[in-house]
């Protein structure tokens, strides 16, 4: 079924954030991030943010960053952000 | 700044949130359709954010499920605003009668401004005004300003012009009065001064003189008629004569701008100098200022300091030419005559004769032709009666 909608977004060249329900990251500067489709926060603290993914999760990690905003689509996240990184499902196990 | 307002509007409340895996917690809010913001992190097991007070409900069913605890710190926004308020209804009453009686209160007249009066009392507008229909605490709305400012005019000859406007809930009121020609007095004319008649016109009585001719203080002029009044305007031609003199040569002290402060005591008569030497410049003003150190009641202790302030001075010798010496010896002369000219005389022309020039001085003779009336009413004139 994926591999179907993935050739049909090729063929239309339609978005794939928005039919495939993939994450959007906006990021402004160092202290702002917009992401749209999360699926949740699996880990919140003042250092380190932990955001599900569909396809995995993406970690911040920064000083006194707090969640501005979040709803059932999207969140934003401010604070002064030092790193972000993506961790693909199942990834960190061998 | 729009969600702000937008927060502020909905009204929403702050809450804290305890529990365990509140990560997960907050996904489940969310996931609920439920807006969080401005979420804190305090603690594993304690965060601290906001939401909509109507979301508040929404949440019980998780909180229920789960072993979290939510706690309301503070309720921010209008909704509660108005809740306060319809507690505080009293406060909200005070405020609406604030209103209205301001706004009725400046619907009235509540004073009057009058300017420009000279010989008119105040209280004579003020009863016409009043006669006219308007007083203290007259509504605005029914004072039709044009109308009484014709009124006034009419009902008070001695104005010439007026405006009313307003200030607030005060009348402003700007007139002029009308400068009545005072009438004739019982008497003859006489003149006030010597001159030469250059314009007669009799408005009561009968001239004795004509134009032209030459008339000396205390001449009669105007005759008075049958009613014993005499008026009329007499202008002459009156010649006023002064000397004035100025040397060619003058001597200006300059301050150079130098000066020198010694200090030195005294006690009983005697100047005793702390310093030795005498006055430091060859030319000098000196400013010598005594103070008395020790005062008790009416016991002073004979011994005073004194400053002694030496400025130097240069004298310097100015020569002036022939024409500045002129000029200086014309408004001396001037000088001495202006005290002499009624307020309001116009200058018809000066003339000046030098009478005496040297190298040293100069000297001359300054005359000034002007046109007066000299029109004098002499009351005790028992003349034809």
């Known amino acids: 079924m994926d591999k179907l909608k993935r050739q049909f977004i090729r063929v239309f060249e339609l978005p794939a954030d928005i039919i495939m329900d993939l994450p959007l990251l906006m990021l402004v500067a160092d202290n702002k991030l917009y992401l749209e489709n999360h699926k949740g926060i699996s880990y919140f603290q003042s250092e380190e943010i932990k955001i599900k993914i569909k396809s995995g999760f993406i970690i911040l990690k920064g000083r006194s960053l707090s969640i501005s905003e979040i709803n059932r689509e999207s969140l934003s996240i401010s604070g002064k952000i030092l790193s972000i990184s993506y961790e693909p499902r199942g990834g960190d196990r061998p | 700044m729009i969600n702000k307002i937008l927060h502020y509007w909905k009204g929403y409340l702050k809450i804290d949130i305890r529990g365990n895996a509140l990560g997960r917690f907050i996904s489940q809010i969310s996931e609920l359709g439920i807006l969080l913001w401005n979420i ?56 609406i009668l604030f209103i209205v009686i301001f706004q009725v209160g400046a619907s009235f007249l509540w004073s009057f401004e009058i300017v420009g009066l000279e010989n008119i009392e105040e209280e004579v507008i003020i009863g016409a005004l009043r006669e006219a229909g308007i007083k203290r605490g007259s509504p605005k709305k029914e004072i039709d300003l044009k109308e009484i400012e014709n009124y006034l005019l009419q009902k008070l000859p001695a104005i010439s012009w007026i405006d009313l406007s307003w200030q607030g809930t005060r009348l402003y009121i700007d007139l002029v009065e009308k400068r009545l020609v005072e009438p004739a007095g019982k008497g003859a ?86 310093h030795r030497a005498g006055p430091p410049y060859e030319q000098y003003r000196l400013k010598r200022t005594f103070k008395k150190i020790f005062t008790w009641r009416n016991i002073s202790v004979p011994i005073e300091l004194f ?16 024409a500045t010496g002129l000029f200086r010896a014309k408004e001396n002369a001037l000088a001495g005559l202006l005290p002499q000219l009624a307020e309001g005389t116009v200058i018809d022309s000066i003339y000046h004769e030098v009478i005496e020039s040297g190298d040293e001085k100069i000297k001359l003779r300054l005359i000034i032709k002007t046109e007066e009336n000299i029109a004098c009413l002499k009351e005790d004139f028992g003349g034809r009666n």
Request: aromatic share 10%; net charge positive.
């Open chain 2, 307 to 322: 400053k002694e302030e030496y400025q130097e001075i240069i004298i310097i010798e100015m020569k002036y030419s022939t």
């Open chain 2, 40 to 95: 804190e992190y305090l603690s594993y097991d304690h965060y601290r954010g906001c939401i909509y007070k109507d979301d508040y409900n929404k949440l019980r069913p998780l909180l229920r499920k789960r072993r979290c605890q939510v706690k309301i710190l503070e309720k921010r926004g209008f909704p509660f605003f108005l809740l306060k308020i319809r507690k505080r209804l009293f406060l909200l009453f005070g405020i």
């Open chain 2, 189 to 274: 004319i006489v003149a006030s001064k010597d001159g030469i008649i250059t314009k007669l016109i009799v408005l009561k009585g009968q001239a004795v003189i004509k134009e032209g001719d030459t008339v000396t203080a205390g001449q009669l002029l105007i005759l008075p008629g049958k009613d014993g009044e005499a008026r009329g305007i007499v202008n002459a031609e009156i010649w006023y004569e002064a000397r004035g003199e100025s040397s060619l040569s003058d001597r200006v002290i300059v301050n150079t701008g130098k000066h020198r402060t010694y200090w030195g005591l005294k006690i009983g008569g005697k100047l005793i100098r702390l």
